[in-house]
C-alpha cells in the first residue's frame, strides 16, 4: 500500500515531464502540444495557471530562383537569413470543481501563429516578403468523472473551441515604369503589395475521454478536435494604385490526440503522446479581390501543399524531495512542408512547490530542425494572369525554447 500511495503522488510530475510545448517551434502553424490542456486533471476546487515560452529560431533560406511571368529566371540575390524570427507565445487557463465529479475548464490562448519573413532583398520577394499571422484562442469544456469500480475513474469531457484570425501576406509586385512622352516602357519599379485579412470569432468542439487510475498515476486519454472554417476579410493593397476589398476562406485542421502516463517505480512517472493534424486540409488560401479591372488582380491564391503533421513524444519524470521535481521528455515532430521541415527535441524541466498551493515550473528545449527546402507559389487573375514562383532550400539548424508556468491551487 505505501508503494501504491507514493506511486499516486507522482501524478504532479506531469508539470515536469511537459514543461515546454512541443510546438513552440514547429508542427505547422499550430503552439499547441499533446493534451495540453492537463489542467483539466489537475487536484483541487479551483485551479489557475499562467504559462510563457519563447522561441529561438535559426533558418536561413539559400539557393533561391524565382520564375514569374514574362521575366527571365531570377538567380541572384539568392538567401534570405533568420527568415523565422524568434517568437513568444502566452496563455493562461483556469479549472472549477462545480460538483464533485463535474469540473469546468477554460483556456485563454495563441493556438496559431505565423512568421515567415524572407524579407524584400532576396529575389523571392515578389512571391513572399513576409507572413504573419496571429490567433486569439479561447477554449471552454465541462469534464465529467464516473468512479467504475474500485479505484478506477472514467472521464469524458467536451466543449468548444473558438479563435479569431489577423492574416497578412507582404510582397513585391514587378511594374512597368512608363515614358509619358512615349507611352513606351523605360524599366521597372517594385510595389509594395499588402494582403491584410481578418476573421470574426469561429467555433469548433473538442471531446475526449480517459482511463485513470490514481493509485498508480495512470491515466490513459484520447481526444479528437473538430476544424474550424474561418473567413477573412479585408483589403489588397498596392502601392501607388490603391486598397481594395477582399476576401478569403480557409479551413484551420482537425486533430487526433493520445496520451498515456502512469507510474513506474516509487517517484518515477513515465508519458508517451502522439497527435495527427490534417494540414493537408489547408492545400491553398485563395483571397477574392474586387478588382476594378486592369493590373488588380480578381484573385490570388497562395499554394501551400501541406501534409498531415505528426508529433510524438515520450518523457520521465522524478519527485527529488516533497517540493521539487525535474523531469525530461524527447520529440519528433513530423514538417508539413515549405519552411516546417522534421524536428527532433530533447527538453529538460523542473517544478518547485513555492508554497502548498503554488507550483513554479520552468523548462527549456533544445530543437535539431532538418534540412529541408520548398516553394512559394503565387498565382494571379487579372486582365493578364501571371504566376511568380521561387524555389528555395536550408540548412538543418539547432533552435532553443525556454518556457515559464505557475499553478495556483484552492
Known amino acids: 500500500m505505501r ?11 506531469g508539470c515536469a515531464v511537459s514543461m515546454v510545448p512541443v510546438a513552440a517551434f514547429a508542427g505547422g502553424w499550430s503552439t499547441e502540444g499533446i493534451a495540453d490542456y492537463d489542467l483539466l486533471f489537475a487536484d483541487g476546487k479551483f485551479v489557475f495557471e499562467t504559462q510563457a515560452t519563447y522561441a529561438d529560431r535559426n533558418v536561413d533560406f539559400k539557393n533561391a530562383k524565382t520564375n ?42 495563441q493556438p496559431y501563429l505565423i512568421r515567415e519573413q524572407p524579407g524584400f532583398d532576396w529575389n523571392g520577394r515578389y512571391a513572399i516578403g513576409e507572413t504573419n499571422a496571429d490567433a486569439l484562442g479561447f477554449d471552454a469544456m465541462l469534464s465529467y468523472k464516473h468512479e467504475v469500480s474500485n479505484g478506477n475513474f472514467v472521464r469524458v469531457f467536451g466543449g468548444l473551441r473558438s479563435v479569431t484570425v489577423n492574416y497578412e501576406q507582404l510582397s513585391k509586385t514587378l511594374a512597368p515604369v512608363i515614358d509619358p512622352s512615349s507611352g513606351l516602357p523605360v524599366g521597372t519599379i517594385d510595389l509594395d503589395t499588402d494582403i491584410n485579412v481578418d476573421s470574426e470569432r469561429q467555433y469548433g468542439y473538442r471531446i475526449g475521454a480517459a482511463f485513470e487510475k490514481p ?44 496520451k498515456v502516463q502512469t507510474g513506474i517505480a516509487p517517484k518515477w512517472l513515465a508519458t508517451v503522446g502522439v497527435k495527427w493534424t490534417d494540414w493537408s486540409v489547408l492545400n491553398e488560401l485563395a483571397v477574392d479581390v474586387a478588382s476594378p479591372g486592369g493590373p488588380v488582380p480578381t484573385k490570388v491564391v497562395r499554394d501551400l501543399g501541406y501534409s498531415d503533421g505528426w508529433i510524438v513524444e515520450a518523457g520521465i519524470g522524478h519527485k527529488l524531495t516533497d517540493k521539487l521535481s525535474l523531469g525530461s521528455s524527447v520529440t519528433w515532430d513530423k514538417g508539413i512542408g515549405g519552411p516546417y521541415s522534421d524536428t527532433y527535441s530533447l527538453s529538460l524541466g523542473g517544478s518547485y512547490d513555492l508554497a502548498d498551493n503554488v507550483k513554479f515550473s520552468l523548462g527549456g528545449r533544445a530543437i535539431f ?21 521561387t524555389d528555395y532550400e536550408y540548412d538543418s539548424s539547432w533552435n532553443f525554447a525556454v518556457s515559464s508556468k505557475i499553478r495556483v491551487a484552492f
Do not use: W
Open 369 to 389: 530542425k532538418t534540412s529541408g527546402e520548398g516553394s512559394y507559389d503565387i498565382s494571379k487573375t487579372a486582365a493578364i494572369n501571371s504566376e511568380v514562383n
Open 68 to 109: 514569374q511571368t514574362g521575366q527571365s529566371e531570377v538567380t541572384s540575390n539568392s538567401s534570405a537569413d533568420d527568415i523565422a524570427p524568434n517568437i513568444a507565445v502566452f496563455s493562461g487557463a483556469v479549472k472549477v470543481g462545480l460538483l464533485d465529479n463535474l469540473d469546468l475548464y477554460a483556456r485563454l490562448n
Open 3 to 13: 508503494v501504491l500511495k507514493t506511486l499516486a503522488q507522482t501524478t504532479v510530475l
Open 215 to 258: 493509485e498508480i498515476a495512470l491515466r490513459a486519454m484520447i481526444a479528437y478536435e473538430s476544424a474550424i472554417d474561418i473567413e477573412l476579410d479585408g483589403d489588397l493593397t498596392i502601392q501607388n494604385i490603391g486598397s481594395f476589398g477582399s476576401h478569403a476562406e480557409a479551413t484551420l485542421p482537425q486533430s487526433i490526440e493520445a
